[in-house]
């Protein structure tokens, strides 16, 4: 899991900005809690990633809370952000950030969870329901077909 969510976060920042960048560039996460792993370990990617690629990166956690998340953007965008990624903590509630971050001209990735309006230049995910799957797979080949 944690090389999932390590591969996601490089992708995205490769993706989205060039090795060229300069130094004093920032970008922005904001992640919906910093209380699941699976979040954390796509922080400490992105942070790897967006330092060996030259930007700042600044990374804010809403707890799970759609007004830390809109006031974490607020926050953002005064500060200036080239970009945000954002792991919303609810599809609907993030749409006024998203739309807040096109109103500045400030591209918007969405991460895990997408956004149902604002415009998103990207959103990066994985197939839970391969994941899935996968899983019950794993398990079925580790206990056998006869487990109860």
Do not use: C, W
């Not at 796509?42 to 759609?66: H, R, T």
């Amino acid at each position: 899991m944690k090389k999932l969510t390590t591969l996601i976060s490089a992708a995205v920042i490769s993706a989205t900005f060039n090795a060229g960048a300069i130094a004093q560039d920032t970008i922005a996460m904001v992640v919906s809690t910093l209380n699941n792993p699976f979040f954390v370990s796509m922080k400490e990617g992105a942070e790897k990633k967006a330092d060996a690629l030259g930007y700042k990166i600044i990374v804010l956690d809403s707890q799970n809370d759609p007004s830390k998340e809109l006031a974490n953007v607020e926050d953002l965008l005064v500060r200036g952000v080239k970009a945000i990624l954002i792991n919303p903590t609810d599809s609907d509630a993030v749409s006024n950030a998203v739309r807040l971050a096109n109103r500045a001209a400030v591209p918007v990735l969405t991460l895990d969870r997408a956004a149902n309006n604002g415009d998103v230049v990207s959103h990066i995910a994985s197939d839970n329901v391969a994941g899935g799957e996968m899983a019950g797979k794993f398990i079925r080949e580790k206990i056998g077909d006869n487990a109860k």
